[in-house]
């Protein structure tokens, strides 16, 4: 049986022309779907004859919460159950201005970065269009609070899985649903160039976030295997064509890690690479992960660094790190829940 979160709305409409339903019942499903229901029972207003011609015609998959971690700093980290038994993670952080989640957008990641937990074991699959709505849905009726603004960072590579992320894109802003704001959104790409120019004839108004992390050639493979197929050069040339055209400001993510790339040369090689273009860059100290081997600047050293890069006219920002007492680099609760669950006892 098919599953009714499957369907576009195109084929959300056509599905109920053919049970005889008037085309508003597809907004009155979507916001039923968006408000977290895990059933067509649930949707009071629709008729009884209606609920059950939907329930004998279609499932209504819905994502779990199977842990929730609570850090001292209110960062709460989600795993997330899939149907097929596979789990994703979610994050949603408290900011000032809001609260902001980070989404996964594939089970696992094939991109092979080599501090980054969430790769480890490959990937074994994209997330669909409605998984990644349903994260949101879950996140936001788990803590019962709104999010306003979404990022997506979590697990896996948002332009390696283009199409279902485009169709997710389309549905957290549809006015029927969340309704979110293009500009609320962020997403972040280890640089696919192919679909960085994709994504900016697409969804111009959404953010852009690059993950950098080194500014030579020769440093970047080393760190990201992903740029030997997509050179640094190339990279940059998309960026700055793709901040001249939208008129927004590309953010770069720059994650220090400890005699790896936080010297003063590399300092000084990314104001070179950088100079002129509108962006931000996001200094993160590393979360280490145990398998890498590799460890954190010191926030003394990050701070210094953020310096460096704003004496050179580069707007730079340390992150706060949020969540450090849980698991909060991305994948590691998953890989560890799945060492549980082949390792039990
Ligand atoms: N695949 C996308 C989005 C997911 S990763 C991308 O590469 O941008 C989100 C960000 O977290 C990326 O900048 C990634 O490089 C960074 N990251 C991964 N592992 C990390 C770790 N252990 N510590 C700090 N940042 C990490």
């Known amino acids: 049986m098919k599953d009714f979160k499957d369907l576009t709305r195109e084929e959300r409409r056509a599905a109920l022309k053919a049970l005889g339903q008037q085309s508003f019942r597809e907004g009155q499903i979507f916001e039923w779907i968006c408000r977290g229901a895990r059933s067509f029972d649930e949707m009071s207003n629709l008729s009884k004859e209606l609920r059950a011609s939907l329930s004998d015609s279609y499932t209504l998959g819905s994502l779990s919460v199977e842990v929730e971690q609570i850090s001292s700093d209110g960062t709460r980290k989600y795993l997330l159950g899939l149907p097929d038994g596979n789990s994703v993670e979610a994050v949603l952080m408290r900011y000032e201005y809001g609260n902001s989640l980070c989404i996964s957008t594939q089970v696992g990641c094939r991109m092979g970065c080599s501090f980054c937990a969430s ?15 349903d994260e949101f849905v879950r996140a936001e009726k788990y803590t019962g609070e709104p999010v306003n603004h979404l990022v997506l960072m979590g697990i ?15 549905r957290i802003h549809d006015k029927d649903g969340k309704n979110l704001s293009f500009r609320s959104i962020t997403v972040s790409t280890c640089g696919l160039v192919p679909k960085i120019y994709s994504f900016a004839e697409d969804f111009p108004q959404v953010n852009l976030a690059i993950s950098l992390h080194a500014a030579t050639q020769e440093k970047r493979e080393r760190l990201m295997p992903v740029a030997k197929a997509y050179r640094l050069d190339e990279l940059i040339k998309a960026c ?72 050179g006219g580069i707007p730079a920002t340390v992150r706060r790190t949020l969540g450090s007492d849980i698991d909060a680099a991305c994948g590691q609760l998953r890989k560890k829940a799945s060492a549980n669950a082949h390792h039990p006892g």
């Open 156 to 170: 896996g590579e948002p332009f390696d899985n283009y199409a279902e992320v485009s169709e997710f894109l389309r």
């Open 240 to 311: 700055r064509e793709v901040s001249e055209k939208t008129g927004r400001r590309v953010s770069f993510e720059y994650t220090l890690i400890a005699g790896k790339n936080d010297g003063d040369e590399d300092a000084r090689e990314i104001i070179s690479l950088l100079r002129g273009m509108l962006c931000h860059v996001n200094l993160i100290p590393l979360n280490p992960v145990r398998e890498t081997g590799l460890s954190a600047s010191t926030r003394k050293r990050a701070e210094e660094f953020r310096d460096k890069l704003e004496k």
């Open 119 to 133: 790769t480890i074991g490959g990937k074994l699959r994209d997330l669909k269009a409605w998984e990644m709505l």
